[in-house]
């Protein structure tokens, strides 16, 4: 990274979720390389452990399904002592219209509601960042549909992408607030890769768009490690709260990390406030700390 100067996180203790694959595995490469004992938090052990394989530092496999919420707790619940990074990284991107374990659209339950449950299970002991990986194509949405999350009868595979990515957005600017007027010392941000070639572009049902993604990934992508670098980046260096971070050429799709621009949506504080009550609600998973007092 230009100018940057990457701190040793030797004694500290990350979680990487979605850490088998693309830029999780890279994310948590950086992160080990660091010092940091890294947990590998996957829906599949062992493809898990064959990316663990592929990292020099210590890291551990763990189980979680996003798309389950009872995987989130189980995950949760087996926590011990304290966590410096939790980096939701893991996700689905214009996939078919699905539905999680829970019932949720798959995009919104996976890449939102899922880390905002597992976020709140284990706030109690993050001592650092929460990084939540959003994407530039968060700008595709207008909004969050309240009326219809699920987006039942009006569901694109890109439009609950968006959605769900401007909810990863609007999450950390409610999470950084709230987190200030509980007086915590903890941090929220949020990252964006650009467009980095990686395995989220091969799910969508279209062969066209498939192969579109494929080239795509050739010629124009920057690689995994690369698109990386953002979270690392929100994770480790001297941001504000509810930070973005992105590439900073190409219109943020390649090169060096830096603070980036978001939509207009993605600042809507009276939005973000409205998604966290839904999300309470959808998950039964509460914010943990208390407001200080005046
Ligand atoms: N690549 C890009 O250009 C790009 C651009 C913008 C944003 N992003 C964001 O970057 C993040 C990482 O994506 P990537 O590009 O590295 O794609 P990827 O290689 O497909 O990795 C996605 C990871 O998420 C995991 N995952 C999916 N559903 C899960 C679930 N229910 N529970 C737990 N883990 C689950 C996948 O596990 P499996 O291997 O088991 O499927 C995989 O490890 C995503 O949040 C994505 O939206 C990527």
New binding site residues.
Partial sequence: MDAVTLPDLSGRTAVV??????????TTRMLAGMGARVVM????VD?GREAADTVRGETEVRR?????LA?VRAFAQEWEGDLHLLI??????AIPESR?RDGFE?QFG??HL?HFALTNLLLEHVTGRVVT?????HRMAPGIDFDNVDLVGRYTPYRA?AQ??LA?MLFTLELQRRLMDAGSPVLAAAS????????????SSSRIQRGLLAVGNRIF?QS?AA?ALPTIYAATQDVPGAAYAGPKNLGGQRGAPALAGRSEAAWDGVAAQRLWTLSERLTGVTFPLRAKPD
């Fill in positions: 979720t979605g850490a088998n694959s693309g830029l999780g595995v890279e938090a996957v829906r599949d493809k979680l399904d996003l798309a389950d995987s939701n990284n893991a996700g689905v991107m999680t798959t996976t890449n899922g990986v959003s994407s530039s194509l992408y769900s990515k990863n964006h890769p650009g467009y980095a070639a990686t395995r989220l572009q091969s799910h992508a995994a698109g």
